[in-house]
């Protein structure tokens, strides 16, 4: 944009402003190709116009007051319905707005996150570890504690097997691990058929 000095008239020394027919046309939200029609019709013309160094531009004031005088209704209707639609786009935001703007976004992400698991611990989908870990631990002691009382007796399985019998031994420690998870499936309350497997399948002789 340019300022420059009035010409003459009641403005004199007056500064006014001188822009491009691109720039004019983005102020007032036409085209180019329309501003140029303006010019080409008569409806810009006289001190509007400023041909400085040989190029064409447009005086911005005096432009403005000729547009208002010389469109016709529809076409003023159409100038300040594209005004109005440039005014409404937002302002780009600077880094402390662009800041909040994210601010805001991830609190609202996290609000959602927070309530849907609220929503999945409530109906049983999700159980909160620290409720639960001790009661855990509390199975655990009691599993291991089952575990290590059943070695006596396993001990005793294999002491009678004799000597060397490789395929003894396994049939003995298949008969102990499977009387330690009877034992472990009545004390935890599970029903003995859900822990036992198949007799034939236990009692199948290893290869090798």
Same mark, same amino acid.
């Given at each position: 944009?340019?300022?420059? %000095?009035? +010409?003459?008239?009641?403005?004199?020394?007056? +500064?006014?402003?001188?822009?491009?027919?691109? #720039?004019?046309?983005?102020?007032?939200?036409?085209?180019?190709?329309?501003?140029?029609?303006?010019?080409?019709?008569?409806?810009?013309?006289?001190?509007?116009?400023?041909? #400085?160094?040989?190029?064409?531009?447009?005086?911005?004031?005096?432009?403005?007051?000729?547009?208002?005088?010389?469109?016709?209704?529809?076409?003023?209707?159409?100038? %300040?319905? +594209?005004?109005?639609?440039?005014?409404?786009?937002?302002? =780009?935001?600077?880094?402390?707005?662009?800041?909040?703007?994210?601010?805001? =976004? #991830?609190?609202?992400?996290?609000?959602?996150?927070?309530?849907?698991? #609220?929503?999945? +611990?409530?109906?049983?989908?999700?159980?909160?570890?620290?409720?639960?870990?001790? =009661?855990?631990?509390?199975? $655990?002691?009691?599993?291991?504690?089952?575990?290590?009382?059943?070695?006596?007796?396993? =001990?005793?399985? $294999?002491?009678?097997?004799?000597?060397?019998?490789?395929?003894?031994?396994?049939? %003995? $420690?298949?008969?102990?691990?499977?009387?330690?998870?009877?034992?472990?499936?009545?004390?935890?309350?599970?029903? %003995?058929?859900?822990?036992?497997?198949?007799?034939?399948?236990?009692?199948?002789?290893?290869?090798?």
């Amino acid at each position: 944009m340019t300022i420059a %000095a009035s +010409a003459g008239g009641a403005g004199d020394g007056a +500064a006014r402003r001188v822009v491009s027919k691109a #720039e004019f046309s983005r102020m007032i939200g036409r085209s180019k190709a329309a501003v140029t029609g303006y010019v080409k019709d008569g409806k810009i013309s006289g001190r509007a116009l400023d041909h #400085e160094d040989g190029v064409e531009r447009i005086v911005v004031d005096e432009a403005l007051r000729q547009l208002d005088l010389t469109l016709d209704p529809i076409q003023r209707a159409a100038q %300040a319905s +594209a005004a109005s639609a440039a005014a409404a786009i937002p302002p =780009a935001l600077n880094n402390d707005q662009q800041r909040l703007v994210r601010a805001n =976004a #991830e609190l609202k992400e996290t609000q959602a996150l927070r309530a849907r698991a #609220e929503l999945l +611990a409530s109906n049983g989908t999700w159980v909160r570890t620290a409720e639960i870990q001790p =009661a855990w631990s509390r199975r $655990l002691v009691e599993l291991m504690a089952l575990i290590e009382a059943a070695f006596p007796d396993l =001990a005793d399985e $294999l002491l009678a097997v004799p000597t060397g019998d490789r395929k003894s031994v396994i049939l %003995a $420690l298949r008969r102990g691990f499977r009387s330690v998870r009877q034992k472990i499936a009545d004390q935890m309350g599970a029903t %003995a058929a859900g822990v036992a497997t198949s007799q034939q399948a236990e009692e199948d002789e290893p290869q090798g």
